[in-house]
């Protein structure tokens, strides 16, 4: 007993380190995390079509208002859609024990309309630019998808792509997956 009253501050100090430990990361997701987090859309069923052209150009690490985030530059459209501006666009990274949506950025994008021409969707605003923060993002593989929410009808169609994103300890790693031969 003259052990622990002797040395109670070390316990308390080694406590409060392993709490901080513990704690701060759900702590920093919860109030001081503000960008690219993910979102939760109600309903979506994740069976994938094949309405959904896209390309994932690429990822790169930036900072953004204080916080360090990943930003994801490409393009997508729904084929079947009459007007790309009826609807909500998400970003979506995928596993079967987790999903997580990423609302988009449109941004203007010349070159798609001329590589689709037999659409008469216009294409000019395709392009899209999501920011992602890797601390909610689980550690895991996640095949990449887009999630398209009609705003009036809440009609949604889903598609999952060829490309992966790999959430290691330190960091999200955009691959292609291989196809086999």
Same mark, same amino acid.
């Given at each position: 007993m003259k052990f622990l009253r002797k040395n109670w501050y070390h316990f308390l100090v080694w406590g409060l380190m392993i709490g901080?430990?513990?704690?701060?990361?759900?702590?920093?997701? *919860?109030? !001081?995390?503000?960008?690219? *987090?993910?979102?939760?859309?109600?309903?979506? /069923?994740?069976?994938? @079509?094949? &309405?959904?052209? @896209?390309?994932?150009?690429? /990822? #790169? &690490?930036?900072?953004?208002?204080?916080? /360090?985030?990943? #930003?994801?530059?490409?393009? @997508? !459209?729904?084929? /079947?859609? @009459?007007?790309?501006?009826?609807?909500?666009?998400y970003f979506v990274l995928y596993s079967d024990a987790h999903q997580y949506l990423y609302s988009t950025t449109a941004v203007g994008r010349r070159d798609i309309r001329k590589a689709f021409k037999q659409y008469t969707l216009d294409l000019s605003m395709c392009g899209f630019i999501t920011y992602v923060a890797k601390e909610p993002v689980k550690i895991g593989e996640y095949q990449v998808g887009y999630l398209y929410v009609h705003k009036q009808t809440g009609e949604k169609v889903f598609q999952l792509t060829d490309r992966v994103v790999i959430r290691t300890p330190n960091t999200l790693q955009l691959v292609e997956i291989e196809k086999p031969e």
């Open positions: 901080y430990v513990i704690l701060s990361p759900r702590l920093e997701l *919860k109030y !001081f995390l503000q960008q690219g *987090k993910p979102e939760h859309v109600e309903g979506v /069923t994740f069976a994938s @079509s094949d &309405l959904i052209f @896209s390309g994932l150009e690429d /990822t #790169k &690490l930036v900072q953004l208002n204080g916080e /360090t985030l990943y #930003k994801f530059n490409g393009w @997508s !459209f729904l084929s /079947t859609a @009459s007007d790309l501006t009826d609807y909500d666009i």
